[in-house]
């Protein structure tokens, strides 16, 4: 069983920057993919980076490239997302998650396994 604890979100203004933070408790995440995911008010959850563990592979949804960085900690087992640039539409409840195989290009939340609590990020405009 892998605990994801998020922390990281809060209110900013349209244009300001963010970092979320996952720590997981896991000690053995090598073959693992951590994502992000987030869901908008009346919005299904949507896929927004994963990397792997082992070799920091990224994947970003269209939505979020060039402004938002996902990375990991090896030895904190921490991953990161950098959200720059932030706009209203990003206002959502963040999510991290895990799966136990090393592939960041798999985009439905149905293939992960295990959920943090989730972080709130609401940005004005």
């Known amino acids: 069983q892998v605990r994801l604890v998020e922390s990281g979100g809060g209110s900013v203004q349209a244009g300001d920057s963010l970092r979320l933070s996952c720590a997981a408790s896991e000690r053995t995440l090598r073959s693992y993919t951590m994502g992000w995911f987030r869901q908008g008010p009346g919005k299904e959850r949507e896929f927004v980076a994963g990397?792997?563990?082992?070799?920091?592979?990224?994947s970003y949804a269209d939505s979020v490239k060039g402004r938002f960085t996902i990375s990991r900690d090896n030895a904190k087992y921490t991953v990161y997302l950098q959200m720059n640039s932030l706009k209203p539409e990003d206002t959502a409840v963040y999510y991290c998650?895990?799966?136990?195989?090393?592939?960041?290009?798999?985009?439905?939340?149905?293939?992960?396994?295990?959920w943090g609590q989730g972080t709130q990020v609401t940005v004005s405009s």
């Open positions: 990397i792997t563990w082992y070799d920091g592979r990224t």
């Open positions: 998650a895990a799966r136990p195989y090393p592939n960041p290009y798999v985009y439905s939340d149905r293939n992960y396994d295990y």
